[in-house]
């Protein structure tokens, strides 16, 4: 298995390819219902609110520039942004405010990465093992 800090460190280079024009037009699609995420209406409001309050702004396209910017900073701002989300949503039976958390995570990155990269992805890891025999 891959170390954390492997994950962290693909993870951070790949926002600096990956422009933040890329990385909105994922979340636009998402909030217009173009993608084939399953979300409940309190992930999409968290989701809306991290998009209008922080990919927006003005700092992060600085931060782009600067090249200061990467993917974990992104996770971490969304992490902190539905932490106080989570905490004041209503205790759903049998579902700690955890796994809810994790779970927006995951959808996060999936919105972040890009449907089609994880894709495009798999098919080259095909293409390759064919390649190879």
């Known amino acids: 298995h891959p170390t954390s800090d492997s994950i962290h460190h693909i993870h951070s280079m790949f926002i600096i390819k990956l422009q933040l024009q890329t990385v909105k037009e994922r979340f636009q699609a998402f909030l217009n219902g173009d993608t084939q995420?399953?979300?409940?209406?309190?992930?999409?409001?968290?989701?809306?609110?991290?998009?209008?309050?922080?990919?927006?702004?003005?700092?992060?396209?600085?931060?782009?520039?600067?090249?200061?910017?990467?993917?974990?900073?992104?996770?971490?701002?969304?992490?902190k942004h539905i932490e106080k989300r989570v905490r004041s949503l209503p205790e759903i039976d049998g579902l700690s405010k955890e796994t809810v958390l994790s779970s927006w995570?995951?959808?996060?990155d999936t919105i972040y990465r890009g449907e089609e990269d994880l894709r495009k992805q798999q098919q080259r890891m095909t293409d390759d093992s064919q390649r190879s025999v």
């Not at 399953?38 to 927006?56: G, W």
């Not at 700092?59 to 992104?74: K, N, T």
């Not at 995570?105 to 996060?108: L, S």
């Open 37 to 79: 995420i399953v979300a409940d209406e309190a992930f999409i409001n968290a989701v809306q609110s991290y998009y209008e309050i922080f990919l927006k702004s003005d700092r992060v396209s600085r931060m782009v520039q600067s090249g200061g910017f990467s993917a974990s900073d992104s996770r971490d701002v969304f992490k």
């Open 105 to 108: 995570i995951a959808k996060f």
